[in-house]
């Protein structure tokens, strides 16, 4: 063989590492000892697999078939580069026998979770109807398919709708929040009627429907430190914490993911369906669901820290507020500082050059240069990242549609009903030490049904609202725009505007069931409205906007302020109204709708996403490399 003709099997070679190396293997469950509908533990099994899959090199699969898998520990995944886990679709079950975390995954690029669901047994939860009630129990005649658990320790307790399956509403929206007593757990006291213990006398009476959430644990889905990380067509019914937490993960994308209660169920998630904390990049979140959880739809947040002591000008030990692992915040991040005085408001930024403990809840940071703060300045990571949201649904929960503390935020073409707070809350936080303040907001052609009359209500369906109430604007650059807004009894205003600046209200329609004002103000400057319909009592509302007289709300405070009736008297139509995927979702995602996800998502085809046609550079180079061979 001559070395022409050897050049040429070495540009051959060359160039198909890139086309043989893109699909990567595939590693079954199955062969690893894990096979569906055999109610036996598949724990060890799958993470097995997980762990070939891994150690094998980028771009592999790990699969499971159709059917139930049993896990009773958690499985780890480290370090992976383009792994994909995933099942057949929602009839890819995994269900969990105990209060874990399922996967918990670290340090890894490229990971995707894909096609199955999750489901827990036994239940995060319990829920029935008041038959007894003492200063130290309620007895509670227990609804099927929830269970008559005993034994366990009861963290939470709220009222529920049971015609509108939702926590309740009006004056009767109630809640308590307990440490349960060590040495006292729930008993059966008669077939089907479990005794819970109370640490003191409460509100609830004799025919009040409850649920009780028991202590809160563990996510199903936990990540931290992922880049590239991917949720595809995964379906949760329950879990003993948050369907799905993350902690800085670089570019999330999130596509067809459902938290939705199981049959007959009165809750999914315990807390909230999604909850991303000091995320970099972008977070994008496509075609999703998230109904009857115990909290918020979605959480988007950094995190506050305190100077505690000042080392030198580029030196100073900084304390965390939540728990210490939020304090890695990585080479290279940058922080803003603001006063104690003005939280929300940042003075100086500096870049992290190193970071080292100090204590259990402290670490020694070194910038990159000279920063001007001082004992008990505020410390929050800059630039967080950009949040995209497109057709979601957040309905029946207990909480807020969505919760946001980040910047570059567009939600479109999305659905709030029946959220006990506010359907959207923009609000910094220093009880939760949690924040930045939002700017550049965009939300357009949403609708907001039924929002904003439970638990957490606060003064609008829309609210920003930052904690402490500021003097000053942190909030800016808001389009609320093309939405349709149908308020219920209790929804309050249609947005609840404190501490906000640049604010554009248009094109909207509000239908009102009294005659509060649409806009609530406090402390905020240039708020404009036009081109707004309100329907039916338009004529009845004396004022369109009113100021927020709780100190330290001011009067004079808020300026700019062009809200006049011409803004709320035009004659449009609905700009937009809930399609038939919207209604299905508001208790849970449709039998039809699911099978459509199936089809699109399950097919072990549609394992690889390298399509054929991406060859075809190549085989015109292979072959023209063969041709000049044979020459």
């Known amino acids: 063989m001559n070395m022409g003709h050897l050049y040429g099997y070495y540009i051959i070679f060359i160039v198909l590492i890139p086309f043989l190396g893109v699909e990567g293997l595939t590693y079954s469950v199955s062969t690893y000892g894990a096979y569906p509908n055999d109610n036996i533990d598949d724990t060890s ?148 009627t479990l005794r819970i213990p109370l640490t003191s006398s409460t509100q609830f009476a004799v025919g009040d429907a409850i649920v009780a959430r028991y202590s809160f644990t563990n996510h199903a889905l936990v990540g931290q430190d992922l880049t590239d990380f991917s949720i595809q067509s995964i379906t949760i019914y329950t879990s003993w914490y948050m369907g799905i937490f993350t902690l800085r993960t670089t570019r999330l994308n999130i596509n067809d993911y459902h938290v939705k209660p199981a049959n007959g169920r009165w809750l999914s998630t315990s807390a909230d369906c999604m909850h991303f904390g000091d995320s970099r990049g972008f977070i994008n979140i496509f075609d999703s669901s998230c109904a009857s959880q115990g909290d918020d739809g979605l959480n988007v947040q950094a995190f506050y820290f305190t100077v505690t002591q000042v080392l030198n000008s580029s030196a100073l030990i900084i304390q965390e507020n939540n728990w210490p692992e939020v304090l890695n915040v990585g080479v290279g991040t940058n922080l803003g500082f603001s006063t104690n005085s003005k939280p929300f408001t940042v003075h100086a930024t500096a870049t992290v050059a190193s970071l080292s403990v100090y204590n259990a809840n402290s670490q020694i940071i070194t910038f990159t240069s000279s920063i001007s703060t001082g004992v008990g300045e505020m410390v929050c990571v800059v630039g967080t990242p950009s949040l995209t949201i497109r057709n979601l649904t957040v309905a029946n929960n207990r909480a807020r549609g969505v919760l946001l503390e980040t910047q570059n935020i567009q939600i479109t073409q999305s659905f709030f009903n029946a959220t006990s707070g506010p359907a959207m809350l923009f609000q910094p936080s220093l009880y939760w030490y949690e924040g930045p303040a939002a700017q550049n907001v965009l939300l357009s052609q949403n609708v907001y049904i039924n929002c904003n009359q439970g638990i957490v209500q606060n003064e609008g369906v829309i609210a920003f609202l930052p904690y402490p109430v500021q003097v000053v604007p942190v909030i800016y650059n808001v389009q609320i725009t093309s939405s349709t807004f149908m308020n219920g009894a209790f929804s309050g205003s249609m947005i609840q505007c404190t501490n906000a600046g640049n604010v554009l209200v248009s094109y909207n329609y509000l239908t009102m069931t009294n005659l509060t004002a649409p806009i609530t103000l406090c402390n905020s400057q240039n708020i404009t409205a036009y081109n707004n319909t309100i329907s039916n009592n338009c004529s009845s509302i004396s004022q369109f906007y009113s100021y927020d007289t709780t100190n330290p709300c001011i009067t004079s405070l808020s300026s700019g302020i062009n809200l006049p009736a011409s803004a709320f008297n035009s004659s449009f139509s609905p700009t937009v109204v809930a399609t038939a995927y919207d209604v299905q979702v508001i208790g849970s995602v449709s039998q039809a709708v699911a099978n459509t996800y199936i089809a699109g998502h399950t097919s072990v085809a549609a394992i690889h996403s390298f399509m054929w046609y991406k060859a075809i550079p190549f085989i015109l180079l292979l072959c023209w490399t063969m041709l000049h061979c044979l020459h």
């Open 45 to 192: 099994a799958t993470a097995n697999a997980i762990y070939a899959a891994t150690a094998s090199g980028s771009n592999n699969v790990v699969l499971f078939q159709s059917g139930t898998y049993d896990f009773s520990s958690t499985i780890y995944i480290y370090n992976a580069t383009g792994l994909t886990v995933m099942g057949q679709g929602i009839q890819t079950l995994l269900l969990v026998h105990s209060p874990i975390v399922l996967f918990q995954m670290y340090y890894c690029q490229q990971l995707t979770i894909s096609s199955f669901s999750i489901d827990f047994n036994p239940l995060p939860f319990t829920a029935g109807y008041v038959v007894n009630v003492a200063a130290s129990y309620l007895d509670v005649q227990v609804v099927s398919p929830q269970q008559t658990d005993v034994g366990r320790q009861v963290g939470a307790i709220l009222r529920y709708d049971t015609t509108l399956m939702r926590p309740a509403i009006g004056p009767r929206a109630y809640e308590i929040y307990q440490t349960p007593p060590s040495n006292v757990n729930t008993s059966l006291v008669s077939n089907g």
